[in-house]
C-alpha cells in the first residue's frame, strides 16, 4: 500500500491520519476481511475451469459439474459475507471518525469568542455558513474515504499479488504479460491521482460555481419578477451554465485519457492472455508453460484469473477521488484550528446567577489589543460608552459580558473575578440587544422569553412593541426566520428591547440600539431602556446616538485606538 | 414517485440527444465487457477441444483472435467515450433543472419570494437540487442501460446458446435483480430522507448557533444549543447507518444471485454439453456471459437506496407552483412582448387605492386597514409615518404582487388584481426596499431591465440615477461586479438598482426608500433626475427622510 502513497505527507495528509486514528482498529479488522475476500477468486475459478475442462476432454459425470458448481457458489457466498462485512466495520469507523469531528465542530463553534477587531455581526455570516456547510456536507465526506477508498487501496495491493501467485505457478508467460502491466502500473496510480484530482476539483467547482450562480438569481427573484425578467434570466443562466460546461469538459476530457491508459493496458492484458492461452493450446506456441504444455484446466484458470488482476486497481483509480475530497476537508481543518480564535469564558451554560450587588469593576484591561479604562459602575446605574469607530466600544460590551478573553488586568463582577468559572453564573444576571439581530427558526415566544421566566405580554408593552407582534401571522408563535422577515428593522430592535425586559436582568448591555432607526422608533427604544433603567437594571449602551447619550446620564467617552504595549493580540 | 418521473421526463424532453448518446455508450461498454468474456472462453475451450482432437492447424484463430482485440479496445474507447457523454449529460441535467426551478420559484407568491433571500432557504433549495443530482447518472442510466444490456444479450444467447440458457441468465438477472433492488429502496426510502432532513437540521441548527452566537451565550442557551445540534448529528448518522446496512444488505444479495445464476449456468451447460445439445465451448461461452452481465446490476443499489431523498427533494422541487404557460413550453423562449399596447383604452395612468386594508393570517392586527389615495399622472406622492405602520405594505398593493383583503387597487381605472401580469410589468415599476444585483458587467446588471438594451440608454439611466460618475470611474459598463453585486458600496448598488428600474420606462413607479444610504445632496440629484427620466409618470415613494418629502407634491401619511 505504501508503494501508492505520495511519500512526503503534507500537512493535510497527517491531519486526515489524525482524524481517521479512532477508526483505526475497525479499520484493520475491516482490511484483514478485505484481503481474505480476495484470496477466494482463484477457487471459484478453479472451479469453473475444472468444470468446463471436464466437458471438454469428455467423460467426466455430471456430478462433477454440480459439485463445481456448488464449490464456486460457496466460496461466493462466503467471499460476499467476508466484504459485506468488512463493509459493515468501515462504515462503523467513518461513521465514528464523522461523530467524533462533527462533535469537535459544534464545541469549537459553540465556544468560539468574538472575532478580531472590528468585525460585527454582519461579519460573521462567512464563518456560519462555512461551519453549517462543513458539518453538514463536508464532514460527511470523510466517510466514503474510509468506507470505499481505504479498501480498494488494499485491494489493490493484495489483490494483483494473489492472482499473480495462482497465476505464476502455472504459466510464467502468462504472468509476464500481466506483470508487463504491473510496474507500469505506479506510474498510472500517479497519472490517475493528479488528473483524478484535478477532474473532481474541476466537477466539484463547476457544481459550486452552478449553485453559486442558482443562489444568486433565487435571491434576486423578486427583483426578476419586477423587471418581467423570467425568460431574459433563464436564457442568461443557460448561456452561463452552458460556458462552465464546456470549460469543464475540455479539462474531463483530458482528466478521463489517464484513466483510459489504465483501461487500455487492462484490456491488452486480458486480450493477450486470452489469446496466448488459445494459441498455448492449440500447440501453436510451445513456450511459457513449465515443462508439461498448458492443460485446457490451466487455460481456462488462467483466462479467468486475468480481469482479476487488473479490477482492483480500476476499482482504486475509481475511488481517487474520495480521497481527493477527504484531503480538502482535513486542509480545511486543519487550517480553521491553526487560526486558534480566542474562546468564550464558561460554556453559555444556564446556572445560578451570581450573588451580591452587580457592581462592575475594570482595572487595567486589555482586551484584543486595546486597553480599556479603569472604571467602577455601581449597581443601577445608565451609562453611555461612546468614541470614536474602532475605539474598543464593542470589545468592552464583549469583554464585560465574558465573551472573549481579557489578555492582561482584571474584570470583577459582584465582587469575584470574571472567569471561566463566574462567567455562566454573571451572564445569568445579563441581557443583550445586538445590533444586527438574528431570530432562530424557533417561535417568537421562545425568542423573546430564552430563560423562559419573563411576563411577555407587561415587556412587550413596556418596549412598545405589543403592536409588533399583533400584526405578525401567528402573533408569539411566528418563526421570524434567520434576518427577522417579517419584521422591520426598527420593530426587531424593539423586540429585543421587550426581550431585555422580560429577562429581569440586573445589567444590560446594547450595543448601539439606536443605529439607523428614524427618530420616532429611536425615541420608542430609548423609552424602553428609560423604563429598564428606572427598574434598577445596570444599562450600558454603545452608542454615537447624541439623544441616547443624554437620556443615559452618564457618559463614559473611550479615546481614539492608541497602540497598547505589546501583549500577544489574540487573535 | 411521481416527482421522479416527472423530473425524468423534464430532462428527457430539453437533453434527449446528450442522454441517449450516454446511454448508448453505457450500453456498449457493458455489452462489450460481457462480449469479451464469452468469446475469450469459448475461444479457450474451442482452442483446447481443438488442440485435443489434433486439429490445432485447421483452427481458425484469426477471427476469434480478431474479436477479442477488437471487444477489449472496443471496451477502453467505449469506456471513454461513455464517461465523457454521461458527464456531459449530467452536467445538461444540472444546468436545466436549475433553470426549471427557478422559473417554477419565480411564480411563486411575493412573500414567499422575499422569504428566498434568506441563506437557509438557500440552501435547503441547492441541497434539493443537488440531491437530484444523481438522477441520471446513479438511477435512470444504469437502469435503462442494464435493462437494454440484458435484452441484447437473451437475444444473442438464445440464438447462440439455448433459449433456457438465456432466459436462466438474462432472466434471473433481471427479476431477481429487480426484486432486490425494488426491496432496497423500499427499505432505505424512509431512512435515505430521514438522512437528508437529518443533515437539512444540522446545517439549520450549526447556522443559527453561530449567528446567533452572542444571545446564545448571554442567555444561557448555548448548553441546549449544542445539545439540539448533537441530536441532530445523531439522527442523521442513524439514518444514514440504516441506508448503508440497507446498501450493504442489497450487495450481498445481488453477489450471491449472481453466483448463484452462474452456478446454475455452469449445470445447466455441463448438462446440454453432456447431452450432445451445444459444444463445451458454447456452454463455456454461457458461463463466461452470466459472470460478466452480473456488471449490469452493480450501479444501481447506491441509485435504488438514494431513492428516498431524491424523491422527497424532487417532490419539493417539482411542487413549487408550475411555471405560466409561456414558459413550460418546450419551443425556446420566445422574448415576451416588450411593449404591449396601452391597456385600458387610454384611460389616464393614475393609481386609486380605495379602502384598502390588509390583514396577514393569523395576525391579531392589520398591517393596513382602510386606506385610499390617489396619484395622478406626473405627480409625485411620499408616504410618510414611522416605521411598521405599512408603507412598504402599500406599495407591493399597488405593485399588484400583493393583494388586499377589503377594499381594492384601480390602475388606469381598472382592479390590478385580474390585469395579466406581463402587462402589468410593461406599466408599472417597483423599487422594493432590499433589491438584488448579479455577478457579472454593469450592463448585464442593466440589461435584466430590458431585451436589447443599447450603451446609449444604458448611460442615459445611469445619468439618471446620477451613477454615471461612479460607473465611469470603474472602468464603464463593462467593468464587472462580483456576486450580489459586491464591489459598490450600499449607495452606490441602490442607484444601480434604480437606474435599471427607471429602464422600464413605467407610467407608475414605486420607489421603497429610494435614496437609503445616500448623503442629502446625491438624494436630491437622484429625485430631480428620476422626475426627469419620467415626466408623465406617477410616483409613489414611502419615506422617511427629508430629501424625499421635499422631492414630493405631495405627502400622505400613514398610521
Redesign the interface.
Known sequence: MSRFRRPPPSPAARRLAAIEAPAAPLLRRSARLTAAAALLWPV?AGA?AW???????GGAP?SD??A???V??LA??L???L??RA??LA?EGG?RV??AE??RL??A????G?AAAGTD?PG??A???G???M???KL?ML?PYL?RYRPAALRAVVGPVAILAAAAPISWAAALILLAAGPLIPVFMALIGVAAARASRR?LA??SD?????????????????????????????AR??G??AR??AV??VA??S??VL??FS??G??MA??Y???S????LGFGAWGAPL??FE??FL?LLA?EFFQPLRDFAAAWHDRASALAVAEEIEAAEAAEPAR?L??????APLPGPATIRLAGVVARGRALPDVEIAPGRSLAVTGPSGAGKSTLL?AL???LPVERGRIEVAGRRLDAETA?PW??R???I?QAP?F??APLRAVLD??GTGDLTEALRAAEAE?????????LD?RL???G?G?????ARRLMVARALA?RADVL?ADEPTAD??A??AAAVIRGLRRLAERGTTVIVATHDPALIAAMGAELRLAPRTAPEPAEAGG | MRPLLHALRLLWRAERRALLVGLALSVCVLGMGAA??GL??W???A??????AGA?IA?D?FR??AG??F???G??AA??GE??AT??AT??A??RL??D???R??A?P?EA???????????R??AD??AL?GLYLRLALPLAAGALTLAGAFALLAWLVDLRVAALVCGGLALGGGLILRRAGRAAFAPSAAAEAG??A???G??????????????????A??VA??AH??AS?EA??AV??VE??A??RL??L???L???T??A???L??QGAIS??V??LA?FAA?ALAETLGPLRRGAVELGRMRDAAARVMAAPEAPA??TAAAP????AAAPAVPGDGAPASLRVEAVSLR????????LSDVSLTVAPGETVALVG???VGK?TLLALA?G?LAPDAGQVLWRGRPVGPIP??EL??EI????QR?????GTIL?NL???R?GLSEAEAWAALDAAALRATVEARGGLQSRLG??GAGLSGGESRRL?LA??LL?RPALLLLDEPTEGLDAPTARRVLAGLRAWLPEAAILLAS?RGAEREAADRLHSLG
Not at chain 1, 423587471?227 to 443557460?238: C, I, S, T
Not at chain 1, 464558561?346 to 446556572?351: E, H, L, V
Not at chain 2, 482452442?47 to 485435443?52: K, M, R, T, V
Not at chain 2, 396577514?360 to 398591517?367: K, Q
Request: proline share 5%; glycine share 8%.
Open positions: 471459484q469453473i468444470a468446463i475442462s471436464g466437458w471438454v476432454e455430471l459439474t454440480l463445481c458448481a456448488l464456486f457458489l461466493a457466498v467471499r460476499a459475507a466484504d459485506h463493509g459493515a462504515f461513521d464523522l461523530a462533527r462533535a459544534v464545541e463553534e459553540s465556544l468560539r468574538e455581526a460573521q455570516g464563518s456560519s455558513a461551519a453549517a456547510a458539518a453538514a456536507q460527511p466517510v468506507a466537477q463547476e457544481i452552478l449553485n453559486g450562480l442558482l443562489m444568486e438569481r433565487l435571491a434576486a427573484l423578486p427583483d426578476i419578477r419586477l423587471l418581467d425578467a423570467r425568460e431574459r434570466m433563464a436564457r442568461d443562466f443557460a451554465s452552458d462552465l460546461r469543464t469538459m474531463l476530457k478521463f485519457l484513466s483510459t483501461e487500455f484490456a491488452l486480458i486480450a486470452a489469446v492461452v488459445g494459441f493450446l492449440l500447440g501453436t492443460t485446457i487455460g481456462l483466462l480481469p468564550i464558561g460554556r453559555g451554560a444556564p446556572a464583549a459580558a465574558g465573551l455562566d451572564r445569568a445579563l441581557a443583550w445586538p438574528h432562530p427558526d430564552p430563560r403592536g409588533v407582534v399583533a400584526a405578525l401571522p401567528q402573533g411566528a426566520g434567520e434576518t422577515a419584521v422591520s428593522g426598527g420593530e429577562s448591555l432607526l428614524d420616532a422608533t | 469479451l468474456l475469450s472462453g475461444f479457450v475451450t482452442a483446447g477441444a481443438a488442440g485435443l490445432g483452427f484463430v476469434p483472435g477479442v482485440r471487444f477489449a479496445l471496451r477502453t469506456r471513454y464517461r465523457l458527464h456531459d452536467l445538461r444540472l444546468s436549475r433553470i426551478l427557478m422559473r420559484q419565480a411563486a411575493w419570494l422575499m422569504r428566498l433571500r434568506g441563506e437557509a432557504a438557500l440552501t433549495i441547492t437540487v443537488d443530482d443533515a437539512q444540522l446545517r439549520q450549526m447556522i443559527d448557533l453561530s449567528r446567533a452566537r452572542r444571545d446564545l451565550v448571554v442567555f444561557g442557551g448555548m448548553e444549543a449544542r445540534a448533537a448529528d445523531r448518522r444514514l447507518r448503508d446496512r450493504r444488505r450487495g450481498l453477489t450471491i449472481a453466483a448463484a452462474a452456478a446454475a455452469l449445470a451447460g455441463g448438462a454439453a453432456a463445451p465451448a456452454a463455456a458461463v459472470l409561456e414558459t423562449a420566445a422574448p415576451t396577514r393570517p393569523g395576525a391579531a392586527r392589520p398591517a414611522p416605521s411598521g412598504s405593485a404582487v401580469e406581463a410589468r410593461a415599476a417597483f423599487l422594493p433589491s438584488a444585483l448579479v455577478a448585464e440589461a435584466l431591465a431585451d456576486e450580489g438598482a435599471r428600474t422600464r422617511h
